[in-house]
């Protein structure tokens, strides 16, 4: 991950058992950038895992069921404008994330 002047940064210190850090610097070594690049790299994509699992919605399989079934009996040619709005907001939401 290549520092650019324009970004805002930060620093991160943590200290870790000395087996921790051989085995993140083994990992590094073997696909090629520094240890803060890896560092960040994994970091990054776990952050993005926890907060998609965060934006899922979950629901009981009984809810499931009716909410398939009323987006199956739903007969609208044209989406609501909370419909829209909703679509709206999604796409902004996935976009920032």
């Known amino acids: 991950m290549s520092q650019n002047s324009e970004v805002s940064m930060s620093r ?3 200290r870790i058992p000395l087996t921790v850090r051989e085995t993140i610097d083994r990992a ?3 696909q ?3 240890r803060t690049d890896f560092l960040i790299e994994a970091a990054l994509e ?3 895992r926890v907060i998609a ?3 899922l919605i979950r629901l009981p ?3 499931q069921e009716l909410l398939a ?3 199956a009996e739903e007969n ?3 989406p609501s404008r909370f419909l829209k709005s909703l679509t709206s907001e999604y796409g902004e939401r996935v976009t920032q994330a």
């Open 12 to 14: 991160i210190d943590a």
């Open 28 to 30: 590094a070594a073997l």
């Open 32 to 34: 090629g950038p520094t």
């Open 46 to 48: 776990r952050a993005g």
């Open 53 to 55: 699992e965060q934006q």
């Open 61 to 63: 399989l009984r809810d």
């Open 69 to 71: 079934k009323a987006l």
């Open 76 to 78: 609208v040619s044209e």
